[in-house]
């Protein structure tokens, strides 16, 4: 499948997408989201092969400098009519978000407004040492609307989120992983190969555990701990008898490398 806004390719069980418009700092402009939409949910969904996925931009510029203001300049959507399409955004970012095999971002430059909003979407971010971070929306007169105001928060916390959002500071990398945004700041030359090297530990685990276990996270984030003890424990129940639990204990038994089939 060919796209206008990306270039996807699967190296040893992990799709790679990257966004592909370096000359509009990979903003999520023209075909973006459609082609999104295409390369997680037709491609690395259906490709039993995927075990993982790399979100990351083309160049060193830019991750995603979120909206393309150019192409929205010129005119100013009907709020019900910016609702509808508002409503879509949300879908794909919830799917990106709650995708079935793990996402991790390598954000390899600025990562601003939708692109910032995209990233938080991903299991693990990784980021290169020249990235920078923010939500500088308020600046231009609208508020992050694509997940920001309810992501952010829960990543790094209500009063840091709001200070980012209400200011629209930039901060870089360091700073980024004071507050938890991040998991790790690796040097530029080296961010895709260490991005690689977890997603190929990622993609030799066992699936439905990987698949389970990112679940289990994600829904206990979202309610009580009783909820969530109850789904981990569905989770467990549904993995107790697949051909990966066996193997697992069989290989660990016979101190080999263990094969892991996802069923």
């Known amino acids: 499948m060919q796209f206008e806004t990306l270039l996807y390719e699967v190296v040893d069980g992990v799709a790679i997408i990257r966004l592909n418009r370096p000359d509009r700092m990979n903003t999520l402009g023209g075909t973006m989201k459609p082609d999104l939409a295409r390369a997680f949910f037709e491609l690395a969904r259906d490709d039993t092969s995927v075990r993982c996925v790399v979100l990351t931009g083309t160049g060193d510029r830019a991750f995603c400098a979120g909206a393309d203001i150019k192409e929205r300049a010129g005119g100013t959507a009907h709020p ?45 971010r990784l980021a290169a040492r020249s990235a920078r971070f923010g939500l500088p929306e308020i600046k231009l007169g609208v508020i992050p609307a694509a997940g920001g105001t309810q992501r952010l928060p829960r990543v790094v916390g209500p009063a840091i989120a709001k200070e980012l959002i209400f200011t629209s500071e930039l901060i870089n990398a360091d700073a980024a992983k004071d507050i938890r945004l991040v998991n790790r700041v690796i ?77």
């Open 80 to 124: 019900a009519d910016y609702y509808v399409t508002q409503q879509r955004t949300h879908e794909l970012f919830r799917g990106i978000e709650e995708f079935e095999k793990p996402v991790i971002a390598a954000i390899n430059g600025v990562a601003l407004g939708g692109g910032l909003e995209l990233a938080l979407c991903a299991d693990i």
């Open 187 to 263: 040097d530029d030359d080296k961010l895709m190969d260490a991005a690689l090297t977890m997603a190929r530990r990622i993609a030799a685990q066992p699936p439905l555990a990987v698949r389970f276990a990112k679940r289990s996270v994600n829904l206990g984030m979202q309610g009580s701990v009783d909820m969530g003890l109850q789904f981990e424990c569905y989770g467990a129940a549904m993995v107790m008898d697949s051909e990966d639990r066996k193997e697992g204990m069989r290989a660990f038994v016979e101190k080999r490398e263990p094969r892991f089939v996802g069923r």
